[in-house]
């Protein structure tokens, strides 16, 4: 075992889990390292302003994603971004990784928090415009509306109920669903049909975003006629299903039928010594505040993990 290489924990991935993880690690003495595909903050950095996180009025998510990079740091975790996992064996007792430049790393625990994203049209304009009018938050960026006309496109529970949730701000909402029936439980396909700010456009999709420095309008395109309208709006929400990022371990640990990890109350998975945070784990609500409190537990389960293995390793070496 190479020491200058071994850890006593490994966090995959640098969103507000994984970076929670690495401070309440680190901060408890254990070396620790973070490995990260992107950039720092994953999703968070994408939204412009954070306005519900406790103890702060006020902030990008750039922002806060250097705060917790830059305590990560200061308590001595080592932070390695842009890169890529080639090889993974999490099986034994000690965990490896091995990167893209060739380079392997150990540790006695190991902690998933690669995140997801949201499910995305993939049309014209998406990615200039993503985080200036499109969202895919309502929690999140529903303030931002107040008395703004929006969109919300789905058709499924999430789309619905968040349709219903945005009325609280949006003067108008008109949902886009590409069926001429929705897929989801029928109280909630009656609360928003019986909601006064809220109007359908069945059988249809977008086909493009327009603005220039935000959303100004969207084209919307009739699935049955082919016919393309114009639509003016101030935002567009988008609630087409989410897509945890854990390809790389599919065959690693249990995931359920979603691609989600499936982890107990302590945040650990069925394989000892694995734990598991954020975006990416099976669970209902997903903000930054959840992925916080997912790194926080994750952190302190795996802290209790190493420490019982050090001292079983100790009692082992006296006798």
């Known amino acids: 075992m190479d020491l200058d290489n071994h850890y006593d924990a490994i966090v995959v991935g640098a969103g507000p889990a994984g970076l929670t993880a690495g401070i309440y690690l680190s901060r408890s003495r254990l070396k620790t390292l973070i490995v990260n595909e992107g950039t720092v903050g994953g999703q968070m950095v994408l939204t412009h302003e954070i306005a519900n996180y406790p103890g702060v009025e006020n902030i990008s998510g750039y922002q806060l994603a250097n705060i917790m990079k830059k305590q990560a740091k200061n308590f001595g975790c080592v932070i390695k971004s842009n890169t890529v996992i080639t090889d993974l064996q999490i099986d034994g007792k000690l965990k490896q990784i091995t990167l893209d430049d060739g380079v ?45 006309e929006i969109v919300v496109v789905g058709g499924g529970n999430s789309a619905l109920e968040e349709a219903v949730s945005l009325t609280k701000y949006a003067s108008k909402v008109t ?7 929705f897929q989801a439980f029928e109280h909630a396909v009656e609360e928003a049909r019986n909601h006064p700010k809220i109007n359908f456009v069945m059988e249809s ?14 084209d919307i395109k009739n699935l049955n ?21 854990t390809e790389f371990i599919k065959d ?18 069925n394989v000892e010594g694995v734990f598991a945070a ?7 609500y997903r903000q930054v505040t959840t992925a916080v409190g997912d790194g926080t537990i994750a ?11 050090k001292t079983k390793n100790k009692l082992t070496l006296t006798h």
């Not at 006629?225 to 990022?245: A, H, M, Q, S």
């Not at 952190?299 to 293995?309: G, P, T």
């Open 104 to 148: 392997s790393y150990t540790a006695d625990a190991i902690i998933f928090t690669p995140g997801g994203r949201s499910r995305t049209l993939n049309i014209k304009g998406e990615n200039r415009l993503k985080g200036r009018g499109i969202s895919y938050c309502a929690t999140c960026d529903g303030d931002f509306f107040t008395d703004k």
């Open 225 to 245: 006629t082919g016919e393309v309208t114009n639509f003016k709006t101030d935002g567009v929400f988008i609630f087409i299903g989410y897509l945890p990022n």
């Open 252 to 269: 690693k640990i249990a995931l359920n039928a979603s691609n989600e990890i499936i982890v107990n109350n302590d945040m650990a998975t």
């Open 175 to 181: 949902i886009v669903h590409q069926f001429d029936q």
């Open 299 to 309: 952190a302190l389960a795996a802290s209790n993990y190493i420490h019982q293995l």
């Open 278 to 284: 954020g975006d990416s784990i099976a669970k209902r």
């Open 205 to 218: 999709t977008l086909s493009a975003y327009n603005g220039d420095e935000k959303i100004e309008s969207v």
